[in-house]
């Protein structure tokens, strides 16, 4: 099993760029689907990201893509979130999340809501106008 630790998470000014880092502890890091969730208050969690095993592969959510990018580093067992352009609706809590997902699922599971198996207690990231 797997353990995540976020961080990275502050507050910025709106157009700022800012970076999440994942730590992972546990478990065989490279076996796993990562990908990160935000949950901005009063709404429901929503998928941000997510990259396949081996980080060749990722899928964006439309309302981040070309803004945020996700990536890992297998050897670190770390996944990252990097968040460009910034704007006050992307603040959230931002969670990050791995699948121990079967070979046959494709990377878009996630973004149609499928479900990841183990999460991060989440970072807090506020923009502000």
């Known amino acids: 099993q797997v353990q995540l630790v976020e961080s990275g998470g502050r507050l910025v000014q709106a157009g700022d760029s800012l970076r999440l880092s994942c730590a992972a502890s546990?478990?065989?890091?490279?076996?796993?689907?990562m990908g990160w969730i935000r949950q901005a208050p009063g709404k429901e969690r929503e998928f941000v990201a997510a990259?396949?095993?081996?980080?060749?592969?990722?899928e964006t959510a439309d309302s981040v893509k070309g803004r945020f990018t996700i990536s890992r580093d297998n050897a670190k067992k770390m996944a990252y979130l990097q968040m460009n352009s910034l704007k006050p609706e992307d603040t959230a809590v931002y969670y990050c999340?791995?699948?121990?997902?079967?070979?046959?699922?494709?990377?878009?599971?996630?973004?149609?809501?499928?479900?990841?198996?183990?999460w991060g207690q989440g970072t807090q990231v506020t923009v502000s106008s």
């Open positions: 999340a791995a699948a121990a997902t079967p070979p046959y699922r494709t990377i878009d599971y996630y973004s149609r809501g499928g479900a990841f198996d183990f």
């Open positions: 546990g478990g065989l890091f490279s076996s796993y689907v």
């Open positions: 990259a396949t095993r081996s980080g060749d592969t990722t």
